[in-house]
């Protein structure tokens, strides 16, 4: 199934309508997560940068790029910096991104397009677990890294 042409036309209505989903998509995950709010310290930039990488990510896996994995695990690497994140934020992020696009995306939101994001959201979430055990085999959580 090709869900690409569908998301990108969701993507469409939302630039059309001005609408940046980052801000209510902040705003709904921090209300989910008060704690993770510091571990952002410039909130603006790292916003900007999750939602645009998130939605690439999800419609890169819609088109089979190959870029998208090296990505995800390098980001999920990262991540390891902040300490073991629970996968339910990863989840939960993942998901609300998806649901602001249609809020914003309104009527041009279809049957079509949150199915093709869902799709490839829970394709992206199963990624991000690949990474994080492929990581945690090679590298456990605790493991002294050489000094750089």
């Known amino acids: 199934m090709n869900d690409a042409p569908a998301m990108e036309a969701s993507l469409v209505a939302v630039a059309?309508?001005?609408?940046?989903?980052?801000?209510?998509?902040?705003?709904?995950?921090?209300?989910?997560?008060?704690?993770?709010?510091a571990s952002f310290m410039i909130v603006d930039a790292s916003s900007r940068r999750m939602t645009d990488e998130t939605l690439q990510m999800m419609l890169g896996l819609a088109k089979g790029e190959g870029w998208v994995w090296p990505l995800v695990a390098e980001l999920v690497f990262t991540h390891r910096a902040y300490g073991a994140l629970p996968i339910a934020e990863y989840d939960a992020f993942i998901d609300m991104t998806v649901e602001e696009l249609g809020a914003a995306a309104s009527a041009?939101?279809?049957?079509?397009?949150?199915a093709a994001w869902q799709r490839q959201a829970e394709a992206l979430k199963a990624m991000i677990r690949q990474a994080r055990a492929e990581w945690e085999s090679a590298m456990p959580v605790g493991t002294p890294q050489p000094a750089g």
């Not at 209510?24 to 989910?32: E, G, I, V």
Request: charged share 30%.
């Open 16 to 37: 059309d309508a001005g609408i940046d989903i980052r801000h209510a998509l902040f705003d709904r995950f921090f209300a989910a997560f008060p704690d993770r709010r």
């Open 108 to 114: 041009a939101w279809s049957a079509a397009a949150a």
